[in-house]
């Protein structure tokens, strides 16, 4: 599954950045279906990140649980990540990394607990030619801003 992300700076276009999941507390920048642009941290690593919360250990959500109302008890909210460049890791930690078409967005799934947000990377099986890295893919669709 998606464990790192590339963002252009808003400031400076020009400049990349990366952020991994394992890093403690990791924020990553969404947008709303309204165009509204936010900064929310990137899933729940362990039971000592917001330990006030009863939100899924974990950063991503899989389409399937999505469909069957599993997510329902958190009020999720579709939002499209901005990234322009994932990495997956191969069951030998070897890094993938795979651009974002222009125009297209990676899907995540917001959800709050009290004053805490979290957004989860949605995922779908993967696609047979990519079946040698990693059985989840990121979920990516067209979003107009």
Known sequence: MCAGLVFKDD????LLYKVFFPIPYAKIPI??????KETVFWGRRNEK???????????WAKIES????WWNKF???KVYVPAV????????KKSHWFD?????????????WNEVTVCYIVTIPTPKEFSHIHNRWVLIKEFNI
């Open 11 to 14: 400031t400076n276009p020009e």
């Open 31 to 36: 947008i709303t279906k309204d165009g509204v």
């Open 49 to 59: 990140e917001f330990p006030e919360t009863k939100l899924p250990i974990t950063g």
């Open 66 to 69: 999505i469909k069957k109302g």
């Open 75 to 77: 009020r999720p909210e």
């Open 85 to 92: 460049k994932y990495m997956e890791k191969d069951k030998n």
């Open 100 to 112: 974002v078409e222009e125009g297209k967005f990676i899907v995540g799934l917001k959800v709050k």
